[in-house]
């Protein structure tokens, strides 16, 4: 077992996931890390080795995610901190127009997910009574617009789950709801088109967020925070 800060990380194969992993590790932390791509999954293992570990996991596979999270407790311990990160957002659209399919994905994903991975992963960390638990939400978990409403049901859902599962975990844990900001990204570029370009990347954003969440502990507990701009 290394004796260096364990972050899990899901959703690294591209966007603030991957500009996160590579930010923790080049801190000094050891990062664990899940997405669904094979290649991407390949080309971090490639350009990080043990004791870092990348894998192929679906967030909305309890049963995946559930062999993924023994396998890291097993090799790495209890995470210092758990980052749910991994989203999909629905293409624009009136949510009128949402295929029944497209809906389900976009709940499986960033709803069933993120509980998918709390359930395997939380109580090491509860049974250690230590480490911080960051969902990420968005501006649109706090607000809404037109033609997002699949995803912004999801990010509203984020924001009520992880202020509840706040009030259940011990003194000296935190469980915090994060909006990252505006970044552009694969999935900014998804429902901003071309207006994406004008916000900074994620290996710009990366620089900011990280300290920001490495400062977060027990009293952030259940407070809904946004990374500084
Ligand atoms: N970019 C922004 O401005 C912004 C604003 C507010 C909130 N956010 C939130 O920030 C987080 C990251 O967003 P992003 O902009 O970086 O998005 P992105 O570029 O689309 O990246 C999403 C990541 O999640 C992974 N992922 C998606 N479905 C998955 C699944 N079922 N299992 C495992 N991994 C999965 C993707 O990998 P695979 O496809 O390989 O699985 C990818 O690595 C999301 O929670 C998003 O809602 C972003």
């Known amino acids: 077992m290394s004796s260096s800060k364990v972050v899990v990380i899901t959703g690294v194969s591209r966007g603030l996931g991957r500009a996160m992993a590579e930010e923790f590790i080049q801190r000094g932390y050891i990062v664990a890390g899940c997405s669904r791509s094979k290649s991407a999954i390949a080309d971090l293992t490639r350009q990080f080795g043990p004791p870092h570990g990348f894998c192929v996991v679906d967030v909305a596979s309890d049963k995946d995610v559930k062999s993924w999270a023994e396998a890291i407790l097993k090799s790495h311990g209890p995470p210092d901190l758990l980052v749910n990160n991994a989203a999909i957002i629905n293409r624009n659209a009136p949510l009128w127009k949402v295929a029944a399919r497209e809906f389900d994905e976009v709940i499986d994903i960033n709803i069933k ?88 990347t994620a290996e710009e954003w990366a620089k900011k967020a990280v300290p920001f969440l490495l400062q977060l502990g027990p009293r952030d507990n259940g407070q809904p925070l946004t990374v500084p701009g």
């Open 113 to 200: 997910g993120v509980a998918n991975v709390i359930r395997h992963f939380v109580p090491a960390m509860v049974e250690r009574k230590a480490g911080v638990i960051v969902n990420f939400s968005s501006g649109w978990g706090r607000a809404t617009d037109a033609e997002v409403a699949p995803y912004c049901a999801t990010k509203w859902a984020i924001e009520g789950l992880t202020q509840a599962l706040a009030q259940e975990l011990p003194d000296g844990m935190a469980a915090v709801p994060v909006n990252p900001g505006i970044i552009n990204t694969a999935m900014l570029r998804s429902c901003f088109g071309g207006s994406a370009f004008a916000y900074p």
